[in-house]
């Protein structure tokens, strides 16, 4: 069952710097990765996603790095803007199994300071 | 982008009361749904696997009775939480994966989610 009292770890940056977050996944055969943002009362918002055959892949001010070794995903964001001030989650499936269903991390919490 | 929707957005009920929540999904068709729930301050976590014209799929620990899901058409999923309690209380989000030509295999899109408040 799903634990109470629990808080997200939270990284606070700088307007302008570089944010790194970090993931590990629990599945050494997933091989679809996705990060989400998720907004105050809103749901998941697709960022970047990487299969297990790359690792790395850029998008807009965005970088994933996956590490299956140690079944480690960062994201890397540039410039953080106030914007980006909400909580990542990474997540992890297997695309063969007809299902999808995605399996969450536990979250990170990012606070731009402007 | 494919759209999936969430009806209603947020809703109070009393301690022993059952609510609907829909998920639809706008301009695509889903065989397959998800149902998560998210805890404050907490991750997302999946409940059941809801399937067009056959039975949900439950994850260990969700009570079926409780937690009932109905997937009448390819665009329409209801979970209702019957005789809830507060601890039912959470914020409660549907998935659909992309399907069709237009839509990429490895997309699943999110509703905004329904926040319910068990009194």
């Known amino acids: 069952g799903e634990s109470v009292g629990l808080h997200l770890p939270t990284l606070s940056v700088q307007e302008g710097d570089n944010s790194i977050i970090n993931c590990a996944y629990s599945?050494?055969?997933?091989?679809?990765f996705i990060w989400y943002k998720q907004e105050s009362g809103k749901g998941p918002q697709f960022i970047i996603d990487?299969?297990?055959?790359?690792d790395k892949r850029q998008g807009q001010r965005v970088t994933v790095l996956l590490n299956k070794t140690v079944k480690h995903l960062s994201l890397q964001i540039a410039a953080t803007q106030p914007g980006d001030s909400a909580v990542y989650f990474c997540?992890?499936?297997?695309?063969?199994?007809?299902?999808?269903?995605?399996?969450f991390g536990s979250g990170t919490r990012l606070q731009v300071q402007p | 982008g494919a759209v999936v929707s969430q009806h209603p957005s947020w809703v109070i009920c009393k301690s022993g009361t059952s609510v609907k929540i829909e998920c639809r999904s706008l301009?695509?068709?889903?065989?397959?749904m998800f149902w998560y729930r998210q805890f404050p301050k907490q991750s997302l976590m999946l409940m059941a696997t809801s399937n067009e014209g056959s039975k949900a799929t439950y994850e260990q620990g969700v009570e079926k009775d409780k937690f009932l899901i109905n997937h009448a058409s390819l665009t329409l999923s209801t979970l209702t939480v019957t005789s809830a309690h507060p601890e039912d209380s959470s914020f409660y989000i549907c998935s659909a994966p992309g399907q069709g030509p237009r839509i990429s295999y490895n997309e699943q899109f999110f509703g905004p989610g329904t926040r319910l408040t068990v009194l």
């Open positions: 990487i299969r297990s055959n790359m």
């Open positions: 599945n050494s055969a997933s091989d679809y």
């Open positions: 997540a992890e499936t297997l695309m063969d199994t007809g299902r999808r269903a995605l399996t």
């Open positions: 301009d695509f068709q889903a065989t397959t």
